[in-house]
């Protein structure tokens, strides 16, 4: 099976801009989780997808926004882009089952200037 | 709440064991993992330990969980310069849609 694919790897972007990062699980994965990824506060839980609908939420701003389509992919979008935006998207997918290995995506360096 | 706490920073000499610890605050959890990232790439499962469970081996690794302290450690014998990167602790709750909290990670540096 292919692994967790996320595009684009590298981006950048200037504050005020908007951005949309895209994920895709492995096949069969029905969740879809984000995280951001600063070296100052470490890996941070963006939101899960499960079905197409919200099924948990990190803090973050209302500017963090999600949505799964029909096939499991996943696209983040983030509006009014700050410097502090400035992270590696990760995106994660696992089978929804007890036992919940997460299998992560290699990211979305994302830059604001 | 739901929180879960590491140290950010670990070093330890080459050949040595390491020892990363994590604390939590939920102890409804039903299972507890180990992940590892090393640079460039996203973060992969090492281990996992059920939440009854007190103790599981895999070859070089050990984890340790201590409920009553809210307490679970990574041990790793015989570090390698390979087993530099950044190791993430995280606990589930099947009772709450499988949410999962991880923890920021731990940088383990080995020195020669």
Redesign the interface.
């Given at each position: 099976k292919a692994g967790?694919t996320q595009t684009p790897r590298y981006l950048i972007k200037t504050r005020g801009q908007q951005v949309t990062l895209s994920c895709s699980p492995i096949s069969g994965h029905r969740?879809v989780?984000w995280?951001q990824q600063t070296p100052g506060?470490?890996?941070?839980?963006l939101f899960?997808y499960?079905s197409e609908t919200q099924?948990?939420k990190g803090n973050f701003p209302g500017r963090f926004s999600g949505r799964q389509f029909s096939n499991s992919r996943s696209e983040m979008n983030v509006s009014t882009l700050e410097l502090g935006d400035s992270a590696l998207y990760?995106c994660?997918s696992r089978e929804?089952r007890?036992?919940?290995?997460?299998?992560?995506?290699?990211?979305t360096r994302l830059t604001v200037l | 709440g739901e929180d879960v706490e590491q140290s950010l920073f670990l070093s330890v000499r080459e050949g040595d064991s390491s020892v990363i610890n994590c604390t939590y605050t939920d102890s409804s959890s039903t299972y507890l993992y180990w992940y590892k990232q090393e640079p460039g790439a996203g973060l992969q499962l090492l281990t996992y330990i059920f939440s009854n469970m007190d103790m599981k081996q895999d070859q070089r690794l050990t984890v340790l969980l201590n409920k009553k302290d809210k307490h679970l450690s990574l041990r790793i014998a015989d570090t390698q310069t390979g087993d530099s990167a950044i190791y993430f602790c995280a606990e589930s709750f099947s009772n709450r849609d499988d949410k999962i909290i991880f923890g920021k990670g731990t940088r383990l540096h080995i020195l020669p």
């Amino acid at each position: 099976k292919a692994g967790v694919t996320q595009t684009p790897r590298y981006l950048i972007k200037t504050r005020g801009q908007q951005v949309t990062l895209s994920c895709s699980p492995i096949s069969g994965h029905r969740s879809v989780s984000w995280y951001q990824q600063t070296p100052g506060q470490g890996l941070q839980f963006l939101f899960e997808y499960f079905s197409e609908t919200q099924r948990n939420k990190g803090n973050f701003p209302g500017r963090f926004s999600g949505r799964q389509f029909s096939n499991s992919r996943s696209e983040m979008n983030v509006s009014t882009l700050e410097l502090g935006d400035s992270a590696l998207y990760l995106c994660a997918s696992r089978e929804d089952r007890l036992y919940n290995e997460q299998f992560f995506g290699p990211g979305t360096r994302l830059t604001v200037l | 709440g739901e929180d879960v706490e590491q140290s950010l920073f670990l070093s330890v000499r080459e050949g040595d064991s390491s020892v990363i610890n994590c604390t939590y605050t939920d102890s409804s959890s039903t299972y507890l993992y180990w992940y590892k990232q090393e640079p460039g790439a996203g973060l992969q499962l090492l281990t996992y330990i059920f939440s009854n469970m007190d103790m599981k081996q895999d070859q070089r690794l050990t984890v340790l969980l201590n409920k009553k302290d809210k307490h679970l450690s990574l041990r790793i014998a015989d570090t390698q310069t390979g087993d530099s990167a950044i190791y993430f602790c995280a606990e589930s709750f099947s009772n709450r849609d499988d949410k999962i909290i991880f923890g920021k990670g731990t940088r383990l540096h080995i020195l020669p």
